[in-house]
């Protein structure tokens, strides 16, 4: 794809005076509306990423951008030093919505994460009463779970972890979708907590085998260890369900929510779980300045009701299932594999041709391809490709981005 000189200051400016940490496909975007951006020279695309799924609610959904915008108004930070009058509505709302007794706000995935991992801990001292800083943590291969010291001490991927040491113990690895192993761990009486996500999306969409997430759940009560799922990208409707959890009947001992909790907004987490562990944090034990902030209140509570009335759960199962019975019968010869639950779905493909670099032609270079027919999508490692649009995602918009898809991969493999 040519870029604009217009795009090309743009991304100049980020590799000048930004940070490397990511390899953006080169497209600058300047707009957004339900499914569909538009980039600095008002070219249209279909967005097929929806930020990692925290635009479940589609870019700029007006019911969103209203409650931010009335809120901020009113008044946006009070710090946790003093009560505001949005924060325990809120609490209430979510917790007789998702079915538990409590909830802690933070901020950003990762956030939760840690503070997830922290109520294991915690309670694994005073209630399970594991011996001092003896606690472990049960958590998967190809995980990913965020980008703090203590979340990459969980991680098995190098480039998550290589030169970031020293790392914190604690973590016990075992293979996903593997309940054998789990079994195994949690023989373990230091072990407090076992953390999973119900499809691992960073790992490439990984769906486990039915009724996993239902034996593993099962496991970790018999064995007095806190079932955590980390619902950050699979959570609120993504997968065709409120929570991934949901199909299987199972509800986690600790849930963890970011992501689509804000509709892209804004960065909001959430913990939720029971008295009994919550509690176990104190006053000044654990805390955010911007968690649980008005706006982040209002925000989110219109991100949830917004999933709610348009029935996007419903919408991600109906299309999903749409989405990957087209690809399956294309029988294309370059896609190996179709997988996913909902509208969270990935394709991969084989190797195939060269690149300009006179490389095997992999997923990176299909994505690349998908910029000149208006579609943006992400790989996953070499060869997946993540297919992830907005709930909102309209069938005439889904079956435009399926003819993108299907007219790239039969020039790619022509
Ligand atoms: N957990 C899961 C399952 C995720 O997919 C992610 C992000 O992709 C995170 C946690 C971290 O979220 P954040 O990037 O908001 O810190």
Redesign the pocket.
């Known amino acids: 794809m040519n870029l604009s000189p217009k795009s090309q200051s743009y991304i100049e400016l980020e590799k000048k005076y930004g940070a490397h940490n990511y390899s953006p496909l080169p497209v600058v975007l300047a707009k957004g509306q339900g499914a569909r951006v538009w980039d600095v020279d008002g070219k249209e695309y279909l967005d097929f990423l929806s930020a ?3 635009v479940n609610q589609g870019h700029c959904h007006p019911k969103i951008v209203k409650a931010l915008m009335d809120q901020a108004q009113k008044l946006a930070l009070t710090s946790r030093a003093f009560y505001n009058d949005q924060l325990g509505g809120f609490e209430k709302w979510i917790c007789e919505l998702l079915g538990f007794e409590r909830m802690i706000p933070m901020n ?6 840690e503070t997830a991992l922290k109520l294991a801990r915690k309670w694994g001292y005073e209630v399970k009463k594991v011996a001092k800083d003896q606690a472990k943590i049960i958590v998967v291969q190809d995980n ?4 703090t010291i203590g ?1 990459i001490s969980a991680s098995t991927e190098a480039a998550s972890k290589d030169n970031f040491g020293p790392l914190l113990p604690g973590y016990v690895t075992i293979p996903y979708n593997d309940l054998p192993a789990l079994k195994t761990a949690l023989q373990d009486p230091n072990v407090v907590a076992f953390l999973v ?1 119900p499809i691992q ?2 790992a490439g969409v990984i769906v486990p085998q039915e009724g996993y997430l239902k034996s593993a759940a099962q496991m970790c009560r018999e064995a007095r260890v806190l079932f955590m799922a ?5 959570g609120l409707a993504r997968t065709g369900k409120m929570l991934a959890c949901d199909h299987e009947g199972v509800k986690p001992d600790v849930l ?1 929510l ?2 689509a909790l804000s509709g892209g907004m804004l ?1 909001i ?1 959430a913990v939720l779980t029971s008295s009994e562990v919550m509690l176990t944090i104190k006053p000044g034990e654990h805390g955010s300045t911007f968690g649980g902030n008005p706006v982040a209140c209002a925000v989110a509570r219109a991100a949830l009701e917004v999933i709610q009335e348009e029935k996007l759960a419903e919408r991600a199962e109906k299309l999903g299932q749409k989405f990957r019975a087209e690809i399956s019968s294309w029988n294309h010869p370059l896609i190996t594999t179709v997988r996913g639950k909902g509208l969270l779905n990935a394709i991969v493909v084989k190797p195939h041709g060269k690149n300009a670099k006179g490389e095997p032609r992999t997923a990176y270079d299909i994505c690349h391809d998908f910029l000149d027919q208006g579609l943006l999508a992400k790989q996953t490692h070499v060869h997946a490709i993540r297919f992830a649009p907005p709930l909102v995602i309209t069938e005439a918009e889904l079956d435009r981005g399926l003819a993108a898809i299907k007219k790239v991969l039969d020039a790619s493999s022509k």
């Not at 990913?144 to 980008?147: A, E, K, L, V």
């Not at 980390?230 to 699979?234: G, I, K, L, R």
């Open positions: 990692y799924s925290a950003s995935g990762a956030e939760g994460v990913f779970h965020g980008r979340i996500e999306g960073e980390d619902e950050v990208q699979t963890i970011g992501k960065p987490s």
